[in-house]
């Protein structure tokens, strides 16, 4: 299938959301050749400096090195004025992270999360192979197709690994991610002589477990640096459930909030308080966030895990598990008659437009 | 030897399997399935015995170096990008990956297969035409910046036809084919500094024709980027020459008075950079002295109120408060005092840019700021 480099091709319907530092948007529109839903990213290049547009062209260019289903392609990218947009599939339950914030505060069921885990782990193994580290897992760039398979996204923070056989570490660290770094395993951070390699990203999907769990990331109200530090040590971010509860000194849960007379806080955190989350479960995010590389599993072997062995059940029906939430699709979609352009005239600032009005004289 | 799974197979054996599948991909027969398996089946044997992979190192230089002999008589990197369009979507990446390593091989100080393309430069225009096709374009792309880092081959792609259909390939309205061509567009004509003059010097005409229509494109960012690395060029002290010659003519210097009130800040913010140049030179000739001249009280204006929101950027606001104090002092033409003078302009006002030009190509290695 082409996909066409000009707004003419698309119809929007409607803005979903917001990305890149809230400096793009992400449109639903129809691609009209082919009577799809497609997803457009659109960013206003002229608010971007050098350094972002670079690292816009580079997620760019890594989406369009990778082919697996798992992965979030770029079907096309073109400009228009000062307008980028990139074009992608519809992921129609958006991002896990919108999923979480919108219908499942408390965090998702523990099936949904091993279906999900399932497809970035399958993402991950592609990428390793490939010879890079993703470096940004989290429930931000996991989107979730209608259908309800995962696709990984949020590839601008990627990095080769030095092709040179077994013995690959990198030490780069990467740039604006301060947002990130509650993700970012301990070897990473720690930036010593002995690096970090592709299972840095096993701890972040580890990490990402707990996010997907517990409706929160973990170190959320941690300072940076105690976050560091406490990694550095070995603590392990835990699933929060019953049996983790009265270990777990977590400012965001701290016992005082049981107290708390709010009685909805109170019954929100009795939810928390009273589920349990399997064993292997528990045991699975562990493994992950093993301080000791060498334990830390790859992702190859991360799914012979029996966390995801209830997947095998037959009849699981994922979009019936994610109700509340209704992806976007054909059927409860409208178009807006204008084109991807149209909507974006409003976004203009049309104030710092201060010509000098005078003509120059030849 | 491992004792256990297959036993493997030698380059010569790898490398013939490859050209046997290449062949059959390349007649496009009834088999051209089974040929395309093959094909990539067999780079990737060769990429793992270049780069080695998870289980195993990479081989010995004696390997290596059979492997290049092998690609060498066998015409194979030629015939691998020929076909490149064919290969499946993870073979063609594999093409890119093995290309770059056995171009970066070294034996002392020489490079064999950089010598080896200099003999066969068909190589480097086919891989040039790569970016007219979707498909392939980024993965030539790749090769083809690989092949920039020698002076060598970059000078046999400057000096050939083909390069001029860089200036269409940076515009095409695929953005992500249009930045990568740019990249290497501009390593091109930025990384080896000696070639990169001569070339501008010998081509200046036919060059610049063709910039200006990349300044005066309507793809805002092939504009904002060429307008940039217009001030690049023009600010390295190897380019002095065509520095020279592009600050006398004066619808270069109309251009950029006009670019600095465009509507975008970016690009109003590269023409400054071009603009101060015009300014500075030392020796203007007539027309430009001219058109400085007639517009001093309103380039005056115009710089006191331009971007005044930089206050940080000290650089900038230095350079500003030179050019405005400059314009103010501009006297009018004597035409003797030229005459008599040095007809070379002295570089010294121009390199006080050039040595301070943001680049900001250097940010990578920021420290770590936790926030």
């Known amino acids: 299938m082409l996909y066409e480099t000009s707004s003419k091709y698309y119809v929007t319907c409607s803005v979903m959301n917001n990305c890149f530092f809230d400096k793009g948007k992400v449109l639903l529109a129809r691609h009209k050749t082919s009577r799809t839903l497609v997803a457009i990213k659109h960013f206003n290049l002229e608010e971007f400096t050098q350094e972002q547009y670079d690292l816009i062209m580079e997620e760019i260019f890594f989406m369009r090195q990778l082919k697996h289903p798992n992965i979030l392609p770029c079907l096309t990218s073109y400009v228009i004025n000062f307008d980028l947009y990139v074009v992608s599939p519809l992921m129609g339950f958006t991002s896990c992270h919108d999923l979480i914030s919108a219908h499942f505060q408390d965090g998702l069921s523990e099936i949904i999360i091993s279906f999900f885990l399932r497809d970035v782990l399958r993402a991950l193994d592609y990428i390793h192979s490939k010879g890079y580290i993703h470096r940004s897992v989290k429930a931000r760039h996991i989107l979730v197709h209608a259908d309800g398979h995962a696709c990984l996204s949020g590839f601008r923070y990627m990095y080769s690994l030095p092709k040179c056989g077994s013995l690959n570490k990198v030490h780069h660290f990467p740039l604006h991610t301060s947002h990130n770094l509650n993700w970012f395993s301990p070897e990473l951070l720690e930036q010593n002589i002995e690096g970090y390699d592709e299972k840095s990203d096993i701890y972040s999907v580890g990490v990402t477990a707990c996010e997907l769990a517990n409706g929160i990331v973990p170190f959320a109200d941690t300072s940076t640096t105690s976050m560091l530090t406490e990694k550095v040590r070995g603590v392990i971010p835990q699933l929060i459930d019953c049996t983790t509860w009265f270990l777990h000194d977590d400012d965001q849960y701290s016992k005082d909030e049981i107290c708390y007379s709010n009685e909805n806080i109170e019954n929100e955190n009795q939810k928390i308080i009273s589920r349990k989350f399997s064993n292997s479960f528990h045991a699975f995010v562990e493994l992950c966030c093993c301080r000791n590389i060498s334990i830390r599993p790859l992702p190859k072997q991360l799914l012979n895990h029996s966390f995801f062995k209830p997947i095998r059940r037959i009849g699981i029906n994922l979009q019936e598990l994610l109700q509340p939430a209704v992806p976007y699709t054909e059927t409860n979609t409208t178009e807006l008659h204008e084109d991807v352009a149209v909507i974006n005239d409003l976004s203009y600032d049309f104030d710092d437009i201060n010509i000098y009005p005078e003509e120059w004289d030849f | ?371």
């Open chain 2, 1 to 371: 030897m491992p004792l256990f799974g297959k036993s493997q197979k030698s380059p010569t054996e790898v490398v013939k399997a490859l050209k046997e599948a290449l062949t059959a991909l390349e007649r496009g027969d009834k088999k051209s399935d089974k040929a395309q398996e093959d094909v990539s089946k067999n780079l990737l044997l060769i990429k793992n015995m270049l780069y080695g992979n998870s289980e195993s190192e990479p081989q010995t230089d004696i390997v290596v170096a059979q492997v290049a002999q092998e690609f060498y008589n066998n015409n194979l990197l030629y015939s691998l990008i020929c076909n490149l369009n064919k290969i499946d979507f993870e073979g063609k990446k594999d093409v890119a990956q093995v290309f770059n390593n056995i171009l970066r091989r070294q034996i002392g100080t020489r490079s064999p297969t950089v010598e080896y393309i200099c003999t066969k430069p068909e190589i480097l225009f086919t891989l040039v035409c790569g970016y007219e096709l979707q498909e392939i374009a980024l993965n030539c792309g790749s090769m083809l910046r690989e092949c920039a880092r020698y002076e060598a081959l970059a000078k046999i792609l400057l000096n050939s036809e083909d390069f001029f259909n860089f200036f269409r390939y940076v515009e095409v309205s695929t953005f992500d084919i249009a930045s990568d061509a740019f990249s290497t567009f501009k390593e091109l004509l930025t990384r080896h500094k000696i070639i990169c003059s001569e070339f501008l010097e010998q081509n200046y005409e036919k060059v610049f024709k063709h910039y200006q229509r990349l300044l005066n494109s309507e793809n805002y960012v092939t504009r904002r980027q060429s307008l940039k690395l217009l001030g690049e060029l023009l600010l390295d002290r190897h380019n002095f020459t065509v520095m020279t010659r592009y600050i006398s003519n004066p619808d270069n210097l109309k251009l950029m008075m006009n670019m600095l009130k465009e509507k975008s800040r970016n690009i109003q913010f590269e023409a400054f950079h071009v603009f101060k140049v015009f300014v500075a030179n030392p020796n203007k000739p007539k027309p430009i002295l001219d058109i400085l001249l007639r517009n001093q009280e309103k380039l005056v204006d115009f710089l006191s109120r331009f971007h005044t929101d930089r206050s940080e950027d000290e650089q900038f606001n230095d350079e500003k408060a030179y050019l405005i104090k400059q314009i103010k002092e501009l006297k009018p033409f004597l035409s003797s005092s030229t005459v008599t003078g040095t007809s070379v302009a002295s570089p010294a006002n121009i390199n006080t840019f050039s040595t301070s030009y943001r680049s900001i190509d250097n940010v990578n290695d920021k420290p770590i700021i936790f926030d």
